[in-house]
């Protein structure tokens, strides 16, 4: 790679060279992870800032109580702010939602809904699960006494369902992970080794066979695309490959009956015990009256000398007027977008410009945990594009009870309509496809709860998209005494950890100015 006769070697090779190297080849996206590394976005996720000084007396409003806002106040507490959380729901966590029986809320368009699960039985309506590199949040949990519990991504059990008829005649047939796993490379396997015994690939493999093999490989084993050499993942833990040679000379091939890379990122992957809104629920024990709820912002008005937030009580109706030296805002960007607020014009397209998922989930209550005692399956999910339930999940917890709840649908809102249809076709639609591979469905179920986050007010969708380069570093600036926070301004939106990540870049950039003061 070459730029007008300048050689990009180790003499001259740059992170800026990388980084428009990055640019041409992934997009803002690889940009952005790499800047994040290299610790160019902020914090990394690997360690929280540590700060010095105090600045006793300073006054922060926090706009949110999910978990980037509980962090703000909770970091900024310690360094000696005077710190309010305004979150205009009744309860903490934003996305971070864990539906119990008792739960409740409305539509936009007025459905309601009420939980009924069984006391013990929950859904976690948002975020479910966390991974074992995210250090922000398991760090914060073993600080607040939060118990972790293993999340189960995937077991052998769990079926693959597809009712395609062009897809084989295996349609319409649930087939285990473990029988796909086992077939794939055994019958690759027998045709790599019946070619290297005589010799004649090519005249016993189709021209379509040998096009399908070679596909199959290139994604299965981890091959370029363009010379069919093997890249060692990144879920392996280290690109450093060893040589197929020595693993066949020790004889650790010949103990290998089946590879997995796994799912959902790199195991383990923890839940914790009771559901995921524990960890907010923490943050607010420690916070105690420093979080306000019932508290909608209505306007924020930022000065030079400070920032006034106009603050409607849900429920007497009442308004009231708060002020502070700084204010950060940790609301869901497609709400921001409308509370009345005097950004910058920069800031305002950024803002404007920052979209939201509008991924669902519906838990269904079960009298009897018939995958467990039927089928054999704890945990995991099954693998289906033609059921139209996005992913369909088994719980993984209290295993050997007697009901459950199913995570019978999370994937976009729209699939099959039914963001426009009433919560009881919602429901029939999940019953009905779920059933093709559960019989039992119908029989054993009793409760479910819907929740459409792009639905659901103080949401208005679920998690956000990762914004382009140029929007994440307008995001991350403060305008005036106005900063954000939220997950939405980082670079892994769809995490806990990317609102935790968001909420220590802005302490440390809100610390520092203070103590500059």
């Known amino acids: 790679m070459s730029n007008e006769g300048t050689r990009l070697d180790e003499t001259v090779l740059t992170r800026r060279h990388i980084l428009q190297a990055f640019a041409t080849l992934g997009g803002s996206s690889l940009v952005m992870g790499a800047m994040d590394a290299w610790g160019l976005m902020g914090a990394s996720a690997a360690q929280r800032p540590r700060l010095a000084g105090r600045a006793s007396g300073t006054r922060v409003l926090v706009l949110g109580a999910g978990i980037s806002g509980l962090t703000v106040a909770y ?12 979150e205009a729901r009744d309860w903490v966590g934003g996305l971070c939602w864990t539906v119990k029986g008792g739960a409740s809320h409305t539509e936009i368009g007025g459905e309601r809904q009420v939980c009924e699960f069984d006391d013990g039985l ?6 479910w699960r966390v991974p074992h590199a995210d250090a922000g949040v398991i760090g914060y949990c073993s600080e607040l006494g939060v118990p972790l519990e ?3 991504d995937a077991t052998d059990a769990n079926y693959f369902y597809e009712e395609n008829p ?8 649930p087939v285990r992970l473990r029988e796909v796993k086992a077939d794939l490379w ?4 027998e045709l790599l080794a019946k070619a290297m015994d005589q010799g004649d690939i090519d005249t016993r493999l189709t021209t379509d066979d040998k096009e399908r093999l070679v596909s199959f490989l290139v994604r299965a084993g981890y091959l370029d695309t363009e010379d069919h050499v093997y890249r060692p993942p990144r879920s392996r833990g280290s690109r450093d490959r060893h040589d197929l040679g020595a693993l066949l000379q020790t004889g650790f091939g010949a103990r290998v009956r089946s590879l997995y890379a796994g799912t959902g990122g790199p195991a383990p992957v923890f839940q914790p015990v009771g559901g995921m809104m524990e960890i907010p629920l923490a943050f607010q024990r420690a916070l105690g009256d420093r979080v306000t709820l019932d508290a909608e912002v209505r306007s924020i008005r930022h000065t030079a000398d400070q920032v006034r937030v106009t603050v409607r009580n849900t429920r007497t109706g009442q308004e009231r007027e708060e002020t502070a030296d700084y204010c950060v805002c ?26 939201h998922s509008t991924a669902s989930k519906m838990g269904l209550q079960m009298r009897r945990r018939f995958w467990e005692q039927d089928d054999g399956i704890f945990g995991g999910h099954l693998w289906s594009r033609s059921l139209q339930l996005g992913e369909f999940s088994y719980p993984s917890n209290d295993y050997f009870s007697n009901k459950g709840v199913l995570l019978g649908f999370y994937g976009n809102g729209g699939i099959a309509g039914l963001s426009d249809q009433a919560i009881a076709a919602r429901v029939e639609h999940v019953l009905t496809q779920s059933s093709k591979v559960h019989p039992q469905m119908r029989d054993e179920f009793e409760h479910a709860y819907a929740v459409w986050w792009e639905k659901i007010p103080y949401s208005l969708g679920a998690y956000g998209r990762t914004p382009a380069q140029s929007l994440l570093t307008e995001l991350s600036k403060p305008d005036g005494r106005f900063y954000i926070g939220c997950a939405g301004a980082s670079t892994r939106p769809a995490w806990l950890e990317g609102g935790i990540q968001a909420a220590w870049r802005t302490v440390e950039l809100l610390h520092d100015r203070a103590m500059r003061a």
């Open 166 to 173: 062009e897809l084989g005649p295996l349609s319409g047939t």
């Open 150 to 152: 293993i999340f189960v």
């Open 122 to 127: 929950y859904l976690n309506g948002g975020a």
């Open 75 to 86: 970091e900024l507490e310690k360094l000696g702010y005077e710190c309010q959380v305004l």
């Open 186 to 189: 055994g019958s690759t396997s």
């Open 330 to 355: 940790c609301l869901p960007m497609a709400v921001l977008q409308q509370v009345d607020v005097n950004l910058s014009s920069d800031m305002r397209e950024a803002v404007n410009n920052t979209g």
